[in-house]
């Protein structure tokens, strides 16, 4: 199946593998064609138990979880996850337009949830948001970031190439950071702009391209280099 090449403007990508878990193969099916459109890779298991066994051994990017299975219930199936610490991202199913299942769901490590009966797009919108949301986190929690021979310290602020720490000024070292996050991705001259220096910024992007002059210099000594992708902007290339 093919995997989803959307990438949003902070290079967060959506794409993997998608856990449905459900005792009603309709819905297996029936959820499974809207993965396959977005570009999604998904199993389908209607056993509680194969499913929670299944899951410790593999590694679905989200799991679309019913409550109601035979084998072992939803509820425990997060239970369980959770006490050992799997953080995979779980979105729960519930028959019951009940608050107290919302609650429990929540609680015990859900990161979202969702009542039957659903519209498919709802389902689709929230397993990107959740995606993103953690692929969020996951950067924020990155102190360093590497690429080739280069060293981005975003606490301390510090780029080194090799074992020798270079001097760069605040928007060149946002303008570095920001390519350094997704190594290989085109960035616009407008979206470089925006993620470095933000939105509120009123400056051409004649400046974007002195900048970039000037970290090419700096960073003239590493196994990196900031390519000119003709007609549109640059990309970070280890």
């Avoid at 290079?11 to 998608?18: E, P, Q, V």
């Avoid at 009542?115 to 360093?144: D, H, M, W």
């Avoid at 997704?182 to 407008?190: A, I, K, L, Q, T």
């Avoid at 509120?200 to 210099?217: C, M, S």
Wanted: hydrophobic residues 40%; proline residues 3%.
């Amino acid at each position: 199946m093919r995997r989803l090449q959307y990438q949003d403007e902070k290079g967060i990508g959506l794409s993997g593998l998608i856990y449905i878990v459900d005792d009603e193969k309709r819905i297996i099916d029936f959820v499974s064609i809207y993965l396959e459109r977005e570009g999604f890779e998904w199993e389908g298991f209607q056993q509680g138990d194969k499913a929670y066994d299944v899951i410790r051994s593999g590694e679905p990017s989200l799991i679309v979880l019913d409550l109601m299975l035979p084998g072992m219930d939803g509820f425990e199936i997060c239970r369980k996850l959770r006490a050992e610490d799997n953080q995979v991202p779980i979105i729960m199913l519930t028959a019951k337009d009940e608050d107290i299942d919302k609650v429990m769901g929540l609680e015990i490590g859900a990161d979202d949830y969702l009542t039957k009966p659903f519209n498919p797009r709802e389902l689709i919108a929230r397993i990107k948001a959740v995606l993103r949301r953690n692929a969020l986190e996951r950067k924020s929690q990155e102190e360093v970031i590497r690429v080739g021979d280069i060293t981005i310290n975003i606490q301390r602020r510090e780029v080194s190439v090799g074992r020798e720490i270079i001097k760069l000024r605040t928007q060149e070292f946002e303008l570095l950071r920001v390519l350094a996050e997704s190594p290989g991705r085109v960035y616009s001259r407008e979206q470089l702009l925006r993620l470095a220096w933000g939105y509120d910024f009123a400056g051409q992007t004649r400046t974007v391209d002195v900048h970039i002059a000037h970290l090419r210099k700096k960073i003239a000594d590493s196994n990196t280099e900031i390519e000119t992708v003709t007609g549109y902007g640059y990309k970070l290339k280890a």
